[in-house]
């Protein structure tokens, strides 16, 4: 298969999506009748793209799996045996997504196995792993994006509680002051999630009043009160005060790891990930919390991680780095012209254009296609190498080499 083919994408439409983001990068118009949440690029089973090949419309799972070759090239093909790895996403979040984490992959591996042999159906209410597939993934702000990610160091707990005068509240949040932090934070975990129903509802409430009482719009006490008016009573209302928060600007990325405790808390941005849908819930839902299986995947380490900048190449390719073998983002800005991306290994790609207008045309082949704001394509390993002309920007997926 040797053109670029234009996607036609399904939009998820969970609750605590939005109804002008991704409308607006459609062109659509807003508000959206219902909360659109994410829009999914891709060949995951849930919800694949689909694609037009002469007169009929189809999934491109299907036509993957028709060509495996020549739309993922041999390298894709053969180390991620004849699946596309990587799922791509545009992700609007109004209102704070679930607190949750991701196996890494031998959990998944031993997870997934576990719950077939018990029988549980995949689409079952108390599933945890829908495949057998780790989910590494990055997101990328298009607006200002906040997120909870990873463990304070337990000190930093401590002086947060103190200013807030929570520690009187309960002796769930008497944190011991000796012992290796991952000790101290999984104890720590695991006595807020033990708390009964009569004890953590009025425990969270408290500690939300008097964050309510000190917090500037926007920090992480601002967030515990914004959380308690959302989830009133749920563990993860006090998230903010044990996780890191975190602000990305447009243009800005982070990448997260397997067993890291986070929460997509406001905005709109491009995610990139494995081709995985195993979340384990730790709060923020009304979906299923398995406690034990959560607090058996987390890394309770505390790191310090880096807001991920775009690293400039020589052709003017802007590079977010990430140790992820089954993906890589880029991104592609032209004010007005044409440029060549880098290339590696030819391999199966997807774009999405977030603003302007750009043609995609393979080099030495006559059919390219011009993509519009909110618009994205499959590059089949056979269209590769190819030029990108005209105004505007545009998000690049693929394997690494």
Known sequence: MKNVVLLENQIQEYDWGSRTAIAELLGEPTPSTKPQAELWMGAHPLAPS????????????DL??????SILGERIDRDFEGRLPFLFKLLAAERPLSIQAHPDAPGAREGFEREN??????????????DSSHKPEIICALTRFQALRGFRPPDDIRRLLDELGAGALDEVFALPSEGPPAQVLSDFLGDLFELSNARREPLMAAVANRAANQAKQGDALWWVARLQELYPGDVG????LFLRDITLEPGQAMYLPAREFHCYLSGFGIELMANSDNVLRGG???????????????????RDFSILNPQPSPNGEELYDSPAREFQLSRIRLPDGEMVPDFGVPGCELLL???????????GASEGLTLSSGRSCLV????????VSGSGTLYRARVPD
């Open 50 to 61: 689909r694609v037009k090949t002469g007169t009929r419309s189809v999934s491109l799972a």
């Open 64 to 69: 993957i799996a028709s060509e495996p070759v």
């Open 117 to 130: 042999a018990l029988g549980i159906a995949l689409e079952a209410p108390d599933r945890n792993y829908r």
């Open 237 to 240: 209302v006090i998230a903010p």
């Open 284 to 302: 923020l839902t009304s979906k299923r919390v398995d406690v034990g299986e959560v607090m058996s995947v987390l890394d309770f380490e505390p």
């Open 353 to 363: 254009c977030t603003e302007g207008g750009l043609r995609v045309d393979p080099v």
């Open 380 to 387: 089949p390993a056979e269209a590769v190498p190819y030029r």
